[in-house]
């Protein structure tokens, strides 16, 4: 039995957690023998061997591989949580989790003014040698990949799903693009998992984990955004927020963060400014409310018109860049435009530029 084996049938064994199996190694030393024990007590539905022997081949096959827990090549900020995952499974280069990486998340549904400044902040990160890492979410994730690959720099996926499954599916080139242009795609799940709500909390757990510090740029006053604020400042990690207008729903979480004690973040001299270089013991504050887990597979709203009004925000945004954005023409977009401005919706303001009205 290779001790590869060992440790994927133990974490894929039910009822075997990450603290459960952490303890299973320091009793038992190694994980055969670990192994041994939980077949003896016969407690645990053992995870079969077939199974495991499929997933380790498919995982070859694949070109990805598996970092065990108390390895010499499991990142050590992830071994650092109390809950570390005991496997994860990648694919791209694994030097993208050698430089300090830095996380930005915020919202799916993000404004292109909040797009435009994670491209920019995202690339700036990268070029300054720091690993930008997300959760290839629609909105903001999306636009911190971007704006690290064009650096072009360092990049970390983390997601819900199997690695051989694209989520959401328009993401499925620029996930491609991650794990063939040297960043690295990350994940708990088994290979073949479509990711379900009930998985999204590990993902930001793993967006926590990996970095030294957690950038929220546009996040609801219940988003599941906060969640990885929450867990980065549980586990040691720098939160940064940026502040947003008053009047825009998308702003009031950063804004709230900013309000209890988050580091104020309108470029990247903020960030490097208080990054450190290890993890610190005590959190600067709790966030007061954590919210639940929303359901983040929910179906996005429909039509080019929901899209148009998603992206705006009270920040005013070019109609060029606004036609880039959601990718219409721009003689369909000024016709979207003219009738949302009807409605009240929408205002048009000099140099060509719109906000939400």
Sequence with gaps: MSDAFARLTLARTDGIGPLTHRRLLERYTTPEAALAAVVRAGRHRIAHERAVRHEMAAMEELGGRFLFDGTPDYPPLLSLLPDAPPVIAVLGDVA???????????????????????????????????????????????????????????????????????????????????????????????????????????????IAGLALGVIVVEAMEKSGTLITARLALEYGRELYAVPGHPLEPRARGANDL???????????????????????????????ALPEMPVEDAPEPEGDVAQVIELLGTTPISVDELARRCQLSIEKLRVILLELEVEGRVQTLPGDRVSRG
Excluded at 108 to 135: D, K, Y
């Design 96 to 206: 993208a989790l050698e430089p300090r990486g830095v996380a930005l998340v915020g919202a799916r549904n993000a404004s292109a003014a909040g797009q435009r400044f994670t491209e920019s902040l995202s690339r700036r990160l990268a070029q300054a040698e720091l690993c930008v890492i997300s959760g290839l979410a629609r909105g903001i994730d999306s636009a911190a990949h971007i704006g690290a690959l064009s650096a072009p720099g360092r990049t970390i996926a983390a997601i819900a799903g199997g690695l051989d499954v694209a989520y959401p599916p328009e993401n499925a080139e620029l996930q491609e693009r991650i794990a063939a242009e040297g960043g690295l795609l990350v994940t708990e799940a088994p290979l073949g998992t479509s990711p379900l709500a009930r998985h999204f909390p590990r993902r930001n757990r793993l």
């Design 258 to 288: 900013l309000r209890q004690g988050a580091r104020l973040c309108e470029n990247i001299d903020d960030v490097l400014a208080h990054l450190p270089q290890a993890p610190t013991e005590t959190p600067v504050f709790i966030p007061r």
